[in-house]
Every structure is written in structure tokens, then in C-alpha cells.
């Protein structure tokens, strides 16, 4: 909503859309729905360098910062933080002592801040299968696994070639 030059505290009519942002974003939160505040640069009501010092200024998800991070950037603790943009020349970056991420390929941006947390459970891939039964099985263990494998092709599964393989003694245990 406002410039890099913008300072003090946000006036009308903009503290006002800066609290509903902020109240809509809160209710989404406790109602788990999906919306989202990007903000680029720095956020609405945020000082350059001290961040969201009245309390008052928008908590993004996500911040794109641009050229280079701002002070105030220190301050952000949502989970997705980028810099956009190739516009430092070398010669600037060195002048003022920037350390600047390298950019992969052509991007116009890179991924910065902490990194995102994952749930590895989430990744999990679960197969439903029959009922494992030790009469059913063949006696010969390679081509129980050819019927497993060409199983899992014919069944379409993303990695038919994914397996574990675990061990036991006669008593059951690894």
C-alpha cells in the first residue's frame, strides 16, 4: 500500500484497511481457511529498520523482499521470505558490503530467511494392499518378487521400483 519512503504511523483510510487485513487474517487462522498476506518489500506499517514497532503494522505469510533485504526484514517471522530481483551490481554490493544469495538459472528470485519446515508424514505415500498371508507367498523369493514388482507396474504406482526391506531371525526379531 505504501512506498519505500513511507513513514510514521498509517493514516486514514489506510490504518483502517491495515485492521481489517490484519482481523480478516486473524479470523482465516482460527478458522483454518486459506488466506494469505504477501508483502512486498516491506509491510504495510512496518519502519524500514525497526520492523512493527507500534504493533499495528500487517503480519505477512509471506515477504518479497526486493534488491536487497531491509533491516526490518530481521523482524519478519512468517514462513516464506524471497528476494526479488538481479539489480545490485557487483561493484555496489561490494561497496556496501552485501552478501547476496546467488540466483539458480535465470530466477528472478531466491528463496531466503529460514528455511520451510516440512512434515515428512505428509510425504508418505500409503499402499493399500491384501491381506499378507505366508501360504500365498512363493516359495522361490525372486519370483515372489517379479509378481510383486510387475504387480506394482501394472497397479501404475509412481516409484514401483520404492522398497523396504527389513530381516528376521527364526525368533522374529531384526
Known amino acids: 500500500m505504501f512506498g519505500f519512503s513511507y513513514h510514521g504511523s498509517p493514516r486514514p ?9 490484519i482481523l480478516s487474517h486473524n479470523y482465516d487462522q482460527t478458522r483454518q481457511k486459506s488466506s494469505v498476506i504477501v508483502s512486498v518489500d516491506i509491510p504495510s506499517g512496518w519502519h524500514v529498520e525497526g520492523g512493527d514497532v507500534g504493533g499495528e503494522g500487517i503480519r505477512p505469510d509471506m515477504l518479497v523482499s526486493l534488491t536487497a533485504p531491509k533491516l526490518c526484514a530481521k523482524k519478519f517471522s512468517g514462513p516464506h521470505h524471497f528476494l526479488g530481483g538481479r539489480f545490485v551490481p557487483p561493484s555496489i554490493a561490494e561497496k556496501y ?11 528472478m528470485c531466491v ?11 505428509a510425504l508418505r ?21 517379479r509378481k510383486w514388482f510387475d504387480e506394482a507396474v501394472t497397479a501404475g504406482l509412481r516409484e514401483p521400483n520404492a522398497m523396504a526391506l527389513s530381516t528376521a531371525g527364526k525368533n522374529g526379531k531384526p
Open 13 to 21: 483510510p489506510f490504518d483502517g484497511l491495515i485492521q481489517m487485513l
Open 97 to 107: 558490503k552485501l552478501r547476496l544469495p546467488s540466483y539458480p538459472g535465470t530466477s
Open 111 to 121: 528463496r531466503i530467511g529460514k528455511p520451510q519446515k516440512i512434515d515428512v508424514s
Open 125 to 145: 505415500e500409503n499402499y493399500i494392499s491384501p491381506e499378507f498371508l505366508e501360504e500365498q507367498v512363493d516359495s522361490n523369493p525372486i519370483d515372489q518378487f
